[in-house]
């Protein structure tokens, strides 16, 4: 059973930064793409940042120049560096791990991010 483990979430001011990090709970599942989404209440998820094995990165246009996606590939673990949070970015956000070749994709539990004063 694969788990992804989502930390670094939490409360705070606007302005103030937090990174998150997402890791694959068992080695033999590779994923080729990694990233996070969000979910609003009443809204669909929505694409954050995602990066592939090659580090190609594809960003939000509400989040680039504030959130860093980086990949550790032999760990499975990506880190999503969020600096100037504003309370737009308040919600729950979600990790996503896929191996496109095998059609598997497994999707985090979610973490909070408050950005409120």
């Known amino acids: 059973q694969v788990q992804l483990v989502e930390s670094g979430g939490g409360l705070v001011q606007p302005g103030g930064s937090l990174r998150l990090s997402c890791a694959v709970s068992r080695s033999s599942f590779s994923p080729n793409r990694m990233g996070w989404y969000r979910q609003a209440p009443g809204k669909q998820r929505e694409l954050v940042a995602t990066?592939?094995?090659?580090?190609?990165?594809n960003y939000a246009d509400s989040v680039k120049g504030r959130f860093t996606l980086s990949r550790d590939n032999a760990k499975s673990t990506v880190y999503l560096q969020m600096n100037s949070l504003n309370p737009e970015d308040t919600t729950v956000y979600y990790c996503?791990?896929?191996?496109?070749?095998?059609?598997?994709?497994?999707w985090g539990k979610g973490i909070q991010v408050t950005a409120y004063s």
């Open positions: 990066i592939i094995s090659g580090d190609s990165t």
């Open positions: 996503d791990a896929e191996n496109r070749a095998y059609a598997r994709d497994y």
